[in-house]
């Protein structure tokens, strides 16, 4: 074996080796995505989830269900003390984006409920279907929330994942 044959084995090997790197790689860059949309899936799933649950019970006790109906913010009463009016605490819900934080406010300040949240809108709906943007018409109320991974670098477009629902009130 001459050192010309050791020199081209080496270099062979060498490119063997670069080449299964470069699939080791991509393979966990896959991998980094495939996680990450999951994550910004369940985010956007749990928070939905939350927020459709406490939609659908606004108005418990006989009250007027929804308070404020804006695109960015919406505010729920409830009845809970039985008293005929939703005045003393954790009667009155605020959910808003603040920042990439959805935060539900209950009357002790407003706690994150879930992060890396990158958009929220609410859409209001009448008795027939028809959008209002009138609180005391509301009938149902459209969710759309977009959220991608915490700490998402520049290909968190990819990874984000947008859910929406539409949500009947019960107590109307």
């Known amino acids: 074996m001459s050192l010309a044959d050791l020199l081209a084995s080496v270099a062979v090997l060498g490119l063997l080796l670069a080449g299964?790197?470069?699939?080791?790689?991509?393979?966990q860059q896959a991998w980094s995505a495939g996680s990450a949309r999951v994550e910004a899936q369940r985010t956007a799933r749990a928070a939905l989830h939350r927020?459709?649950?406490e939609v659908r019970q606004a108005g418990r006790g006989g009250v007027d269900p929804v308070a404020v109906a804006e695109r960015a913010r919406l505010v729920l009463r409830f009845d809970v003390d039985g008293d005929g009016a939703a005045a003393g605490a954790?009667?009155?819900?605020?959910?808003?984006l603040a920042g990439r934080?959805?935060?539900?406010?209950a009357g002790g300040g407003a706690q994150p409920v879930a992060n890396g949240v990158r958009a929220l809108r609410f859409d209001y709906f009448d008795a027939a279907g028809r959008p209002t943007a009138v609180a005391a018409d509301v009938r149902a109320v459209g969710i759309t929330l977009t959220a991608e991974p915490d700490g998402a670098d520049g290909r968190a477009g990819r990874a984000a994942a947008t859910m929406s629902t539409l949500v009947r009130l019960r107590n109307r």
């Open 20 to 27: 299964m790197l470069g699939l080791l790689v991509e393979g």
């Open 51 to 53: 927020l459709a649950r």
């Open 90 to 96: 954790g009667e009155r819900v605020t959910w808003q």
């Open 101 to 105: 934080t959805l935060r539900r406010s």
